[in-house]
């Protein structure tokens, strides 16, 4: 049984940082692409970052391109988004999940089926 466990949400003043950490078990984790969602209230899901399988590849939506930087540590089952320069409408729940296997980096949300609880990211004004 696949399982998803993020944290390292919290409250963070704009321009600030958070580094958020997803464990997945139940998989074999270095062979899958790795995702980062989120969902804001009142919004649809959207994708922030991906990777690829061997971590060669990202893909990250335009809103937080230059700012969020997506990582993973095979020998530790886990993913990272480390999370600069946050703006405000970066508040959101934050979800991560594995997608494709073997795949490449994509925000393809029907990629993605396993979701864990999520993690609340908060940026005060």
């Known amino acids: 049984?696949?399982?998803?466990?993020?944290?390292?949400?919290?409250?963070?003043?704009?321009?600030?940082?958070?580094?958020?950490?997803?464990t997945a078990s139940g998989l074999t984790f270095d062979r899958y692409a790795m995702g980062?969602?989120?969902?804001?209230?009142?919004?649809?899901?959207?994708?922030v970052s991906s990777i690829s399988w061997s971590g060669d590849n990202t893909y990250d939506a335009a809103s937080?391109?230059?700012?969020f930087t997506i990582f993973r540590d095979d020998n530790k089952n886990t993913l990272y988004?480390?999370?600069?320069?946050?703006?405000?409408?970066?508040?959101?729940?934050?979800?991560?999940?594995p997608g494709v296997y073997y795949g490449v980096a994509s925000l393809f949300?029907?990629?993605?089926?396993?979701?864990?609880?999520?993690?609340q990211v908060t940026v005060s004004s």
């Open 1 to 22: 049984q696949v399982q998803v466990v993020e944290s390292g949400g919290g409250l963070v003043q704009a321009g600030g940082s958070l580094r958020l950490s997803c």
């Open 36 to 47: 980062w969602f989120r969902q804001a209230p009142g919004k649809e899901r959207e994708g």
């Open 64 to 67: 937080v391109r230059g700012r």
């Open 81 to 97: 988004l480390q999370m600069n320069s946050l703006k405000p409408e970066d508040t959101a729940m934050y979800y991560c999940a």
């Open 109 to 119: 949300l029907n990629d993605y089926n396993f979701w864990g609880q999520g993690t």
